[in-house]
Protein backbone atom coordinates (compact mmCIF):
# COMPACT_ATOMS: atom_id res chain seq x y z
CA UNK A 1 0.00 0.00 0.00
CA UNK A 2 1.36 3.18 -0.74
CA UNK A 3 1.71 5.90 1.49
CA UNK A 4 -0.54 8.17 -0.10
CA UNK A 5 -3.48 5.65 -0.06
CA UNK A 6 -2.90 4.53 3.79
CA UNK A 7 -3.15 8.64 4.28
CA UNK A 8 -6.74 8.11 2.95
CA UNK A 9 -7.27 5.11 5.21
CA UNK A 10 -6.38 7.16 8.14
CA UNK A 11 -3.43 5.09 8.94
CA UNK A 12 -0.97 7.70 8.63
CA UNK A 13 -0.01 10.96 7.35
CA UNK A 14 1.33 10.68 3.40
CA UNK A 15 5.60 10.80 3.07
CA UNK A 16 5.53 13.90 1.19
CA UNK A 17 4.33 15.66 3.94
CA UNK A 18 7.38 14.83 5.74
CA UNK A 19 10.43 17.18 6.39
CA UNK A 20 13.47 16.01 5.59
CA UNK A 21 16.87 17.76 7.82
CA UNK A 22 19.37 19.20 5.23
CA UNK A 23 19.04 21.38 2.23
CA UNK A 24 15.74 23.63 2.51
CA UNK A 25 15.26 22.68 6.19
CA UNK A 26 18.85 24.46 8.09
CA UNK A 27 19.86 26.89 10.04
CA UNK A 28 23.38 28.09 10.43
CA UNK A 29 23.62 30.40 13.80
CA UNK A 30 26.28 32.84 12.61
CA UNK A 31 28.30 33.62 9.67
CA UNK A 32 31.76 35.62 9.07
CA UNK A 33 31.02 38.47 10.09
CA UNK A 34 32.79 42.46 9.32
CA UNK A 35 33.86 44.68 11.64
CA UNK A 36 30.58 47.23 12.83
CA UNK A 37 33.24 50.29 11.94
CA UNK A 38 32.95 48.86 7.97
CA UNK A 39 29.50 48.61 7.95
CA UNK A 40 28.56 51.57 9.24
CA UNK A 41 31.23 53.47 6.78
CA UNK A 42 28.36 52.65 3.90
CA UNK A 43 25.93 55.27 5.38
CA UNK A 44 27.34 57.41 3.94
CA UNK A 45 26.63 57.11 0.35
CA UNK A 46 24.03 56.24 -1.45
CA UNK A 47 22.65 53.69 -3.11
CA UNK A 48 23.21 54.62 -6.47
CA UNK A 49 26.54 55.39 -6.09
CA UNK A 50 27.12 51.89 -4.56
CA UNK A 51 24.88 50.39 -7.79
CA UNK A 52 27.31 52.38 -10.11
CA UNK A 53 30.66 50.75 -8.41
CA UNK A 54 28.82 47.48 -8.45
CA UNK A 55 28.38 47.45 -12.24
CA UNK A 56 24.46 47.97 -11.71
CA UNK A 57 24.14 44.37 -11.32
CA UNK A 58 23.53 44.22 -7.31
CA UNK A 59 20.30 46.75 -6.94
CA UNK A 60 17.42 44.89 -5.80
CA UNK A 61 13.97 45.00 -7.29
CA UNK A 62 12.77 48.06 -6.82
CA UNK A 63 9.29 46.51 -6.58
CA UNK A 64 10.38 46.01 -2.93
CA UNK A 65 9.79 49.46 -1.43
CA UNK A 66 10.09 51.12 1.98
CA UNK A 67 6.62 50.82 3.80
CA UNK A 68 8.02 51.26 7.21
CA UNK A 69 11.00 53.53 8.57
CA UNK A 70 11.02 56.05 5.45
CA UNK A 71 13.39 58.86 5.17
CA UNK A 72 15.77 56.71 7.67
CA UNK A 73 18.61 54.71 5.94
CA UNK A 74 19.29 50.79 6.70
CA UNK A 75 22.39 49.86 6.71
CA UNK A 76 23.37 46.09 8.05
CA UNK A 77 24.51 42.77 7.93
CA UNK A 78 22.19 40.16 5.89
CA UNK A 79 20.71 37.56 8.10
CA UNK A 80 19.28 35.58 5.34
CA UNK A 81 16.11 33.35 5.54
CA UNK A 82 14.19 31.49 3.16
CA UNK A 83 10.67 30.69 4.15
CA UNK A 84 8.30 28.06 2.09
CA UNK A 85 5.48 29.95 0.62
CA UNK A 86 2.96 31.06 3.14
CA UNK A 87 5.09 29.97 5.90
CA UNK A 88 7.11 32.13 8.72
CA UNK A 89 8.49 29.64 10.38
CA UNK A 90 12.26 30.68 10.06
CA UNK A 91 11.19 34.13 9.86
CA UNK A 92 9.82 33.77 13.59
CA UNK A 93 13.17 31.64 14.54
CA UNK A 94 15.42 34.29 12.54
CA UNK A 95 14.55 36.49 15.96
CA UNK A 96 17.02 34.32 18.03
CA UNK A 97 19.20 33.82 15.23
CA UNK A 98 20.06 37.49 13.91
CA UNK A 99 22.58 39.75 16.32
CA UNK A 100 21.75 43.59 17.20
CA UNK A 101 22.13 45.27 13.70
CA UNK A 102 21.67 42.57 11.29
CA UNK A 103 19.07 43.05 8.42
CA UNK A 104 17.12 40.22 8.01
CA UNK A 105 16.95 39.80 4.64
CA UNK A 106 13.64 36.91 3.40
CA UNK A 107 13.46 35.41 0.34
CA UNK A 108 9.49 34.67 0.08
CA UNK A 109 9.45 33.52 -3.23
CA UNK A 110 8.28 37.09 -4.05
CA UNK A 111 4.71 35.41 -2.86
CA UNK A 112 1.45 37.41 -3.57
CA UNK A 113 -0.72 35.34 -1.02
CA UNK A 114 0.68 35.56 2.60
CA UNK A 115 2.22 37.61 4.49
CA UNK A 116 5.36 36.87 6.04
CA UNK A 117 5.31 39.27 8.84
CA UNK A 118 3.51 41.77 10.47
CA UNK A 119 3.43 44.19 13.30
CA UNK A 120 4.27 41.30 15.99
CA UNK A 121 7.28 40.30 14.32
CA UNK A 122 8.53 43.31 13.74
CA UNK A 123 8.27 44.80 17.44
CA UNK A 124 9.94 41.98 18.51
CA UNK A 125 12.73 42.28 15.96
CA UNK A 126 12.93 46.02 17.62
CA UNK A 127 13.37 45.00 20.89
CA UNK A 128 16.10 42.29 19.88
CA UNK A 129 18.16 45.45 18.00
CA UNK A 130 17.92 44.46 14.79
CA UNK A 131 18.01 46.87 11.77
CA UNK A 132 15.23 45.96 9.73
CA UNK A 133 13.73 43.30 7.07
CA UNK A 134 13.67 43.21 3.38
CA UNK A 135 11.18 40.67 2.35
CA UNK A 136 10.97 39.46 -1.11
CA UNK A 137 7.10 38.83 -0.77
CA UNK A 138 4.19 40.55 1.13
CA UNK A 139 3.91 42.10 4.71
CA UNK A 140 0.64 42.89 7.18
CA UNK A 141 -0.62 45.21 9.95
CA UNK A 142 1.46 47.67 8.49
CA UNK A 143 -1.03 50.10 10.39
CA UNK A 144 1.10 48.78 13.72
CA UNK A 145 4.47 48.49 12.80
CA UNK A 146 6.70 50.39 14.52
CA UNK A 147 7.06 53.52 12.64
CA UNK A 148 10.95 54.41 12.94
CA UNK A 149 11.67 50.60 12.08
CA UNK A 150 12.87 49.99 8.32
CA UNK A 151 10.28 47.17 6.33
CA UNK A 152 10.85 46.89 3.11
CA UNK A 153 9.15 44.23 0.94
CA UNK A 154 6.44 44.09 -1.95
CA UNK A 155 2.82 44.79 -0.84
CA UNK A 156 0.73 44.12 2.01
CA UNK A 157 -2.07 41.84 2.56
CA UNK A 158 -4.15 41.34 5.71
CA UNK A 159 -3.57 37.04 4.76
CA UNK A 160 -1.28 35.76 7.77
CA UNK A 161 1.32 32.71 7.28
CA UNK A 162 1.50 29.25 8.34
CA UNK A 163 3.87 28.38 11.02
CA UNK A 164 5.45 24.89 9.80
CA UNK A 165 8.35 25.35 7.71
CA UNK A 166 10.11 24.23 5.90
CA UNK A 167 13.08 26.81 4.88
CA UNK A 168 16.34 27.78 5.52
CA UNK A 169 18.44 30.47 7.59
CA UNK A 170 21.77 31.72 7.44
CA UNK A 171 21.84 30.36 3.59
CA UNK A 172 22.88 31.95 0.20
CA UNK A 173 19.31 33.29 -0.90
CA UNK A 174 17.72 34.95 -3.81
CA UNK A 175 15.76 38.42 -3.29
CA UNK A 176 14.74 40.74 -5.41
CA UNK A 177 16.52 38.88 -8.60
CA UNK A 178 19.77 39.32 -6.69
CA UNK A 179 21.76 36.62 -4.77
CA UNK A 180 21.81 37.70 -0.91
CA UNK A 181 25.05 35.39 0.91
CA UNK A 182 24.71 35.94 4.91
CA UNK A 183 27.19 38.59 6.35
CA UNK A 184 27.36 40.38 2.95
CA UNK A 185 26.02 44.25 3.89
CA UNK A 186 22.63 45.62 2.82
CA UNK A 187 22.08 48.99 1.96
CA UNK A 188 19.10 50.75 1.68
CA UNK A 189 17.32 54.50 1.47
CA UNK A 190 15.05 56.53 -0.19
CA UNK A 191 16.03 55.30 -3.74
CA UNK A 192 16.25 51.36 -3.43
CA UNK A 193 18.37 48.46 -2.02
CA UNK A 194 21.86 47.26 -2.55
CA UNK A 195 23.25 44.65 -1.78
CA UNK A 196 27.50 44.65 -1.35
CA UNK A 197 29.47 41.19 -1.30
CA UNK A 198 31.38 40.68 1.95
CA UNK A 199 34.34 40.09 -0.11
CA UNK A 200 34.72 43.26 -1.92
CA UNK A 201 33.29 45.78 1.37
CA UNK A 202 36.79 47.29 1.26
CA UNK A 203 38.00 47.87 -1.59
CA UNK A 204 34.32 48.78 -2.73
CA UNK A 205 34.68 51.58 0.28
CA UNK A 206 37.84 52.61 -0.88
CA UNK A 207 36.85 53.58 -4.48
CA UNK A 208 33.69 55.48 -3.12
CA UNK A 209 35.76 57.34 -0.93
CA UNK A 210 38.37 58.39 -3.85
CA UNK A 211 35.19 59.64 -6.00
CA UNK A 212 34.00 62.02 -3.33
CA UNK A 213 35.81 65.33 -4.09
CA UNK A 214 35.11 64.50 -7.99
CA UNK A 215 31.61 63.92 -7.75
CA UNK A 216 31.26 66.78 -6.02
CA UNK A 217 33.05 69.05 -7.73
CA UNK A 218 31.20 67.94 -10.73
CA UNK A 219 28.15 68.42 -9.43
CA UNK A 220 28.35 71.46 -8.67
CA UNK A 221 29.72 72.87 -11.81
CA UNK A 222 26.82 71.12 -13.48
CA UNK A 223 24.55 73.64 -10.92
CA UNK A 224 26.00 76.11 -12.17
CA UNK A 225 25.62 75.71 -15.96
CA UNK A 226 29.35 74.47 -16.29
CA UNK A 227 29.00 71.36 -18.47
CA UNK A 228 29.81 69.54 -21.85
CA UNK A 229 27.77 66.86 -23.96
CA UNK A 230 30.53 66.14 -26.15
CA UNK A 231 31.51 62.54 -24.72
CA UNK A 232 27.54 61.81 -26.04
CA UNK A 233 29.14 62.44 -29.23
CA UNK A 234 31.71 60.62 -28.93
CA UNK A 235 30.13 57.67 -27.70
CA UNK A 236 27.50 57.56 -30.57
CA UNK A 237 30.42 58.02 -33.40
CA UNK A 238 32.07 54.93 -31.96
CA UNK A 239 29.17 53.40 -32.36
CA UNK A 240 28.05 54.49 -36.02
CA UNK A 241 25.18 56.28 -34.96
CA UNK A 242 24.00 58.32 -38.38
CA UNK A 243 22.95 62.22 -37.67
CA UNK A 244 21.54 63.66 -40.51
CA UNK A 245 21.99 67.20 -40.13
CA UNK A 246 20.24 68.03 -43.76
CA UNK A 247 18.10 71.09 -44.10
CA UNK A 248 14.66 70.10 -43.00
CA UNK A 249 11.74 70.45 -45.60
CA UNK A 250 8.12 69.39 -45.03
CA UNK A 251 8.46 66.62 -47.42
CA UNK A 252 11.12 65.17 -45.06
CA UNK A 253 8.20 64.16 -42.64
Not at 55 to 74: F, Q, V
Not at 211 to 237: C, H, I, K, M, P
Request: glycine share 12%.
Amino acid sequence: MSSDTAATTGSKTPRSADLHPGPGFRIRLDFPRLDAETVAAFRDFDTPEISDQLNRLYAIDSDIRCHSGAGGKLVGLACTVRSYPGDNLMVHKSLDVAQPGDVVVIAASGGRSNAVLGDIVSTKARHRGLAGFVVDGLIRDLPGIPADFPVYARGTTPMGPLHRGPGEINYPVACGGVVVNPGDVIVADDAGIVVVPRQVAHELLGRLRAQVEGNAAYLAAVERGEFSNAWVDTQLAAQGCPIDDSPVSADTW
